[in-house]
């Protein structure tokens, strides 16, 4: 790995700064002149080289827990296994779901399928000219599109989309798959957009919502227990009301997002492609 090419697609370098300073190895944090400052912030380049260093010393430390084909699945994911904070490196399929653009698509969607529709009607008539499909076909399709466009009405697109920007916000999330696992294992987790060094939606692009091209994620576990606490009473009637009224609105969060074990909550560091 001391050597390996790394192609980095998304990096919490604030993160990476603090664990660099926490395990004291050598970077080049300290020779930016080398790799070249950006306006604002490092280059690509020093991060690149700040974050393999990092991920080395971790793994010749042992601090660092590779999960992917060669994992044992039977007897090593278990509950008892993962600690909170624990440092894990993934390999497997990616999914990137990335819900700002989500939101945003949900609120043109009529419009979007409007103009679809126009497109795929204004084809049929030319075929119909053509003699190449009936009037008939024609009608149908026409019924077809205005089912479809009743459906989203259905849907209150415009309340759902408020929902999903309340429960998700302007994260994106990523769910990894670890290669070799069989039964559900996952881990999932929600990056900061503003992280990603290549937008989530060029990403998208490329190679559509998942990504099957043995990525691997850096991460930091997030372990909860298994009850939540109860209210802690302070005897204050106010700040008591309230303050059941902030764990139920976290109850239902985590409802909505938050994943049951055999899948584990993460926290991303990398994404990386191997070169």
Same mark, same amino acid.
């Given at each position: 790995?001391?050597?390996?090419?790394?192609?980095?697609?998304?990096?919490?370098?604030?993160?990476?700064?603090?664990?660099?300073?926490?395990?004291?190895?050598?970077?080049?944090?300290?020779?930016?002149?080398?790799?070249?400052?950006?306006?604002?912030?490092?280059?690509?380049?020093?991060?690149?080289?700040?974050?393999?260093?990092?991920? !080395?010393?971790?793994?010749?430390?042992?601090?660092?827990?590779?999960?992917?084909?060669?994992?044992?699945?039977?007897?090593?994911?278990?509950?008892e296994t993962f600690k909170d904070g624990q440092l894990v490196q993934v390999t497997g399929m990616l999914r990137i779901l990335d819900y700002p653009w989500l939101a945003s698509v949900m609120e043109t969607m009529p419009r979007m399928?409007?103009?679809?529709?126009?497109?795929?009607?204004?084809?049929?008539?030319?075929?119909?000219?053509?003699?190449?499909?009936?009037?008939?076909?024609?009608?149908?399709?026409?019924?077809?599109?205005?089912?479809?466009?009743?459906?989203?009405?259905?849907?209150?697109?415009?309340?759902?989309?408020?929902?999903?920007?309340?429960?998700?916000? !302007?994260?994106?999330?990523?769910?990894?798959?670890?290669?070799?696992?069989?039964?559900?294992?996952?881990?999932?987790?929600?990056?900061?957009?503003?992280?990603?060094?290549?937008?989530?939606?060029?990403?998208? !692009?490329?190679?559509?919502?998942?990504?099957?091209?043995?990525?691997?994620?850096?991460?930091?576990?997030?372990?909860?227990?298994?009850?939540?606490?109860?209210?802690?009473?302070?005897?204050?009637?106010?700040?008591?009301?309230?303050?059941?009224?902030?764990?139920?609105?976290?109850?239902?969060?985590?409802?909505?997002?938050?994943?049951?074990?055999?899948?584990?909550?993460?926290?991303?560091?990398?994404?990386?492609?191997?070169?």
């Amino acid at each position: 790995m001391a050597n390996a090419l790394r192609d980095l697609i998304y990096l919490d370098f604030e993160r990476v700064r603090s664990l660099v300073a926490q395990t004291g190895v050598a970077t080049q944090l300290g020779e930016e002149g080398r790799f070249g400052r950006a306006e604002g912030g490092e280059t690509r380049a020093l991060q690149t080289a700040v974050f393999g260093v990092l991920e !080395q010393a971790l793994v010749e430390g042992g601090k660092l827990m590779r999960i992917g084909p060669d994992f044992d699945y039977s007897s090593g994911w278990r509950q008892e296994t993962f600690k909170d904070g624990q440092l894990v490196q993934v390999t497997g399929m990616l999914r990137i779901l990335d819900y700002p653009w989500l939101a945003s698509v949900m609120e043109t969607m009529p419009r979007m399928l409007k103009v679809t529709h126009r497109a795929e009607l204004s084809a049929l008539k030319t075929k119909r000219e053509a003699h190449q499909i009936t009037q008939a076909e024609v009608d149908q399709k026409v019924k077809e599109h205005q089912a479809q466009l009743k459906d989203l009405e259905n849907w209150k697109m415009e309340e759902l989309t408020e929902v999903v920007r309340e429960l998700f916000g !302007q994260s994106v999330r990523v769910k990894v798959l670890p290669y070799g696992s069989k039964g559900g294992e996952m881990l999932v987790g929600s990056c900061e957009p503003r992280l990603f060094l290549e937008s989530p939606a060029m990403l998208s !692009q490329n190679y559509g919502t998942d990504i099957n091209a043995a990525w691997t994620v850096v991460g930091m576990l997030n372990v909860t227990p298994a009850a939540p606490t109860p209210p802690l009473a302070t005897g204050n009637a106010v700040e008591d009301m309230f303050e059941r009224l902030a764990l139920a609105v976290n109850r239902v969060h985590r409802v909505a997002s938050s994943p049951d074990f055999p899948a584990l909550a993460m926290t991303p560091v990398a994404i990386y492609r191997s070169l």
